[in-house]
């Protein structure tokens, strides 16, 4: 793992969203704001500090972040069953009820939370209701919300636990980083 860096789809997803809603300017402006130029579709991993400084200049210039942030995890998670998850993984996974595939693709989230959690600490804290978490995360730090803001996480997480662990899926951030909670917090559980 390299230190301070999280998977390009935090970028990459988000900017192809914009495009495909013929919001070209507002990405210009989005990466502008942000200071950081768009990465090639091959990009490696990224500088977490680019990536949360796209997602917050996202938010300080678009009243349709929320959406847009929605989109993105949902292109990222289809992005990771379609490119990073075996077909044979996913088909198996599908064939287990919940209770047993959801240890298997929690293991399999944890292994990988490098790729999202950058230099944050990744943990699972609890089973029934299935509990992640990240401390310190970097897509909100220096970010203060009234609500949770890890609206491109929870994303993620339910599209890849709804397409291969529960198909009624519900995932709420009940904590956040952003809020001045020590982590941001995810329950996840059969809707």
Request: aromatic share 6%.
């Given at each position: 793992?390299?230190?301070?860096?999280?998977?390009?789809?935090?970028?990459?997803?988000?900017?192809?969203?914009?495009?495909?809603?013929?919001?070209?300017?507002?990405?210009?402006?989005?990466l502008?704001?942000?200071?950081?130029?768009?990465?090639?579709?091959?990009?490696?991993?990224?500088?977490?500090?680019?990536?949360?400084?796209?997602?917050?200049?996202?938010?300080r210039?678009?009243?349709?972040?929320?959406?847009?942030?929605?989109?993105?995890?949902?292109?990222?998670?289809?992005?990771?069953?379609?490119?990073?998850?075996?077909?044979?993984?996913?088909?198996?996974?599908?064939?287990?009820?919940?209770?047993?595939?959801?240890?298997?693709?929690t293991?399999?989230?944890?292994?990988?939370?490098?790729?999202?959690?950058g230099?944050?600490?990744?943990?699972?804290?609890?089973?029934?209701?299935?509990?992640?978490?990240?401390?310190?995360?970097?897509l909100?730090?220096?970010?203060?919300?009234?609500?949770?803001?890890?609206?491109?996480?929870?994303?993620?997480f339910?599209?890849?636990?709804?397409?291969?662990?529960?198909?009624?899926?519900?995932?709420?951030?009940?904590?956040?980083?952003?809020?001045?909670?020590?982590?941001?917090?995810?329950?996840?559980?059969?809707?």
């Amino acid at each position: 793992m390299q230190a301070g860096r999280i998977g390009p789809n935090a970028i990459l997803q988000l900017a192809d969203v914009l495009e495909r809603r013929g919001e070209g300017e507002l990405l210009s402006a989005v990466l502008a704001e942000a200071g950081v130029e768009r990465p090639p579709s091959d990009a490696g991993m990224l500088p977490e500090g680019d990536c949360a400084a796209v997602h917050q200049a996202l938010r300080r210039l678009s009243p349709r972040a929320e959406a847009v942030l929605e989109e993105a995890g949902r292109a990222t998670g289809d992005y990771i069953l379609t490119h990073r998850i075996p077909k044979l993984a996913q088909g198996a996974l599908r064939a287990l009820p919940g209770f047993l595939a959801a240890p298997v693709m929690t293991r399999a989230i944890a292994r990988h939370s490098w790729t999202f959690a950058g230099t944050g600490a990744f943990r699972v804290e609890g089973g029934r209701p299935l509990v992640l978490s990240v401390a310190r995360n970097p897509l909100v730090a220096g970010w203060r919300a009234e609500v949770p803001q890890c609206i491109w996480h929870v994303a993620v997480f339910r599209r890849l636990y709804g397409r291969l662990v529960w198909p009624e899926v519900r995932v709420t951030e009940v904590a956040c980083c952003a809020c001045g909670d020590a982590a941001c917090r995810f329950e996840i559980a059969a809707a």
